[in-house]
Every structure is written in structure tokens, then in C-alpha cells.
């Protein structure tokens, strides 16, 4: 409100010093000083564009567009870290699957190569039993040969105490192959 009554009585003054020079004539309009005081204002409008309001313009639009790469570069950044969290998701799963097609294979190859062992070893278990069967076959085979020729001896020996004469080979050759002959008959019946 103070504004306002210096205002009112600055121009209540230039009133008053207008009259007094003019005389008769309160306002009057001087087209010269309207023209200057416009090329003035123009001049004062034109440096004050140039040296101020042209740089801080150029200074908002600098940081306008700052503001606006700003803006789209964190715009950018969020959809990376969008796109980077599902790609380490995904990387996570593939890697999981990998992970589980790995341990599935590893225990198909264990149980395979387990089962090749069984299956080896019991082959080797065959093979043992076999050759143990052959074995026990060739030494039964060779025991009742060993127990033959003994009973033999002492049958020829007995027979040669009850004759109470020398056996001469060829006798004792055919005493023995009657014998064998008769246990093996009499064998084969029990």
C-alpha cells in the first residue's frame, strides 16, 4: 500500500511540474521522446536478450536436456535392471537344469558302471565255479584212480597169500581188469 501512495504522489508531483511549464496544457504528447524512449527500451530489451536472457535460456534448455537425458538414462538403467534380474533368472533355472541333467547322468553312469562290476564279477564267479567244478572233477577223477590202483595191489597181494604162488604179469594184468570190472559193476548198482 505504501507503493501505491508514492506512486499517487510521484504522479500527483509530475502533474504539478507539467502544469507550471505548459502552462495551459496538462498532458501533452511529444512524439520525438515517444520514439526515443521506444528505441531505447528496444536497445535495453536487445542487450539485456544478448547478455542475459539468451545465455540463461541456452542454460535452462542445457539443463532441461540434461534433465531430460537424465530422466531417460535412469528410465534406461531401471529397464536394464529389469531385464538383468530376468536374464539372472533365467541363467539361475538353465543353470539348475544343467545342474540336474549333470547329477542324472553322473548317477546313470554309476549305476551302468555298477551293474558292468556285478555283471563282471559275476562272470569271474562263473568262471571260478567252473574251473573249481573241473578241478574237483579231475581230482575225483585222479583219487579213484589212485584208490583203484591201490585196491588192486592188495588184491593182487591177497590173491598171491590165498594161491600161495607167484603171479606172473599177465596173470596179475587180467586178475586186476576182472576185479575192475566187477567193482565197477558192483559200484554203478549201489
Request: glycine content about 6%; aromatic content about 6%; charged content about 30%.
Amino acid at each position: 500500500m505504501d507503493i501505491l501512495a508514492v506512486a499517487t504522489g510521484a504522479g500527483q508531483s509530475v502533474i504539478q511540474l507539467a502544469a507550471e511549464e505548459g502552462g495551459g496544457a496538462l498532458f501533452q504528447i511529444n512524439l520525438f521522446w515517444v520514439i526515443v524512449s521506444a528505441l531505447n527500451f528496444i536497445l535495453f530489451f536487445a542487450i539485456i536478450w544478448a547478455f542475459a536472457f539468451k545465455p540463461v535460456s541456452a542454460m535452462l534448455n542445457d539443463r532441461r536436456n540434461r534433465i531430460e537425458q537424465g530422466l531417460k538414462d535412469a528410465d534406461q538403467a531401471r529397464r536394464d535392471r529389469e531385464n538383468a534380474e530376468a536374464e539372472r533368472v533365467a541363467t539361475l533355472g538353465e543353470a539348475r537344469r544343467e545342474a540336474n541333467e549333470i547329477l542324472t547322468r553322473a548317477q546313470k553312469v554309476a549305476q551302468e558302471t555298477r551293474d558292468a562290476d556285478i555283471a563282471a564279477t559275476r562272470e569271474e564267479l562263473e568262471r571260478m565255479r567252473v574251473r573249481a567244478a573241473s578241478e574237483i572233477e579231475a581230482e575225483k577223477v585222479r583219487a579213484i584212480a589212485d584208490v583203484r590202483a591201490e585196491v588192486a595191489d592188495l588184491a593182487l597181494l591177497a590173491a598171491s597169500k590165498v594161491v600161495g604162488e607167484t603171479m606172473s604179469d599177465e596173470r596179475q594184468r587180467r586178475l586186476v581188469d576182472e576185479f575192475l570190472r566187477g567193482s565197477s559193476v558192483s559200484g554203478s548198482n549201489n
